[in-house]
């Protein structure tokens, strides 16, 4: 259904080796992957096209590893624009910074148009919009978004995996139709933890402590083995033709009322202290 991509191997240096090869002011890692770090975004050239400052525009399919934090000093400003399908991009445990503020446009990885892109291992915190936006046919794992207005938005055909979402304005992690979200954690967003449209699996997952809903699916989608607690509304909001099984939902809305809205309950699931959902 979705597109994993194939990973690419990555080489570790030694520390000397590193600071030698930073030192020569190389762009490539020896692996073939194309460097991006702060002042490589300032000057600019990280691939045709691509103009001093922000956004670093990546325009060509290929493989892209931070060696650095990024950091942008304006919510309306985006810190990586991809203009090119089939693109990975490596955050190499560092992170894209935002000023924390809200209300603008500026994405710390905007994709929504292109196809096949991939955003692994890494922060994106405080951007104005989204912390990440890609497109269909996307893959993000390893992610930690936070306090960003929403902190994911995938196209169709997408996966998330491993991925955490804790204190975005809005919403956690979004997905368009045929797209899987899992083993990841939506906490405390100002909306919904996970948010889904058609024909979706969501497996996994924990979401807690969201302002409304922590599951709100489209139809035809499937919840599995999820943990939904503390959300101040319907733990589970789904649609009429999507099943659900396996999930512990408690404590959320009033806590004494009912747990879930819609959905079709294909096995069991457990609501409030140990309580089998009616």
């Given at each position: 259904?979705?597109?994993?991509?194939?990973?690419?191997?990555?080489?570790?240096?030694?520390?000397?080796?590193?600071?030698?090869?930073?030192?020569?002011?190389?762009?490539?890692?020896?692996?073939?992957?194309?460097?991006?770090?702060?002042?490589?975004?300032?000057?600019?050239?990280?691939?045709?096209?691509?103009?001093?400052?922000?956004?670093?525009?990546?325009s060509q399919p290929g493989s892209y590893r931070?060696?650095?934090?990024?950091?942008?000093?304006?919510?309306?400003?985006?810190?990586?624009?991809?203009?090119?399908?089939?693109?990975?991009?490596?955050?190499?445990?560092?992170?894209?910074?935002?000023?924390?503020?809200?209300?603008?446009?500026?994405?710390?990885?905007?994709?929504?148009?292109?196809?096949?892109?991939?955003?692994?291992?890494?922060?994106?915190?405080?951007?104005?919009?989204r912390g990440v936006h890609l497109g269909n046919?996307?893959?993000?794992?390893?992610?930690?978004?936070?306090?960003?207005?929403?902190?994911?938005?995938?196209?169709?055909?997408?996966?998330?995996?491993?991925?955490?979402?804790?204190?975005?304005?809005?919403?956690?992690?979004?997905?368009?139709?045929?797209?899987?979200?899992?083993?990841?954690?939506?906490?405390?967003?100002?909306?919904?933890?996970?948010?889904?449209?058609?024909?979706?699996?969501?497996?996994?997952?924990?979401?807690?402590?969201?302002?409304?809903?922590?599951?709100?699916?489209?139809?035809?989608s499937t919840v599995l083995q999820n943990t939904?607690?503390?959300?101040?509304?319907?733990?589970?909001?789904?649609?009429?033709?999507?099943?659900?099984?396996?999930?512990?939902?408690?404590?959320?809305?009033?806590?004494?009322?009912?747990?879930?809205?819609?959905?079709?309950?294909?096995?069991?699931?457990?609501?409030?202290?140990?309580?089998?959902?009616?």
């Amino acid at each position: 259904m979705f597109n994993q991509g194939t990973r690419t191997g990555i080489l570790i240096l030694s520390m000397g080796a590193a600071l030698q090869w930073v030192s020569v002011g190389a762009t490539h890692a020896v692996d073939g992957m194309i460097l991006i770090n702060q002042s490589k975004a300032l000057t600019g050239s990280v691939t045709p096209g691509d103009a001093a400052g922000f956004p670093v525009t990546l325009s060509q399919p290929g493989s892209y590893r931070l060696s650095g934090n990024l950091t942008v000093s304006d919510q309306n400003t985006t810190a990586i624009q991809v203009t090119a399908d089939n693109i990975t991009i490596d955050l190499n445990g560092f992170a894209i910074l935002g000023p924390n503020l809200a209300n603008g446009v500026g994405q710390g990885v905007s994709a929504s148009s292109r196809t096949n892109v991939a955003v692994l291992n890494g922060t994106v915190r405080g951007m104005g919009e989204r912390g990440v936006h890609l497109g269909n046919k996307a893959r993000a794992e390893g992610l930690r978004l936070i306090s960003n207005t929403d902190g994911i938005e995938v196209g169709v055909d997408s996966l998330v995996q491993e991925t955490t979402a804790l204190n975005n304005r809005v919403a956690g992690i979004v997905a368009f139709g045929k797209s899987a979200i899992l083993n990841s954690v939506a906490n405390q967003n100002g909306e919904f933890g996970i948010s889904t449209a058609d024909d979706c699996l969501i497996q996994g997952n924990i979401a807690l402590g969201n302002a409304r809903y922590g599951i709100l699916t489209g139809s035809n989608s499937t919840v599995l083995q999820n943990t939904v607690t503390g959300n101040g509304d319907f733990g589970l909001f789904l649609n009429s033709r999507t099943g659900y099984a396996q999930n512990v939902i408690a404590e959320n809305g009033t806590i004494t009322g009912p747990q879930v809205s819609g959905g079709i309950q294909m096995g069991t699931n457990v609501c409030g202290s140990d309580t089998i959902c009616p």
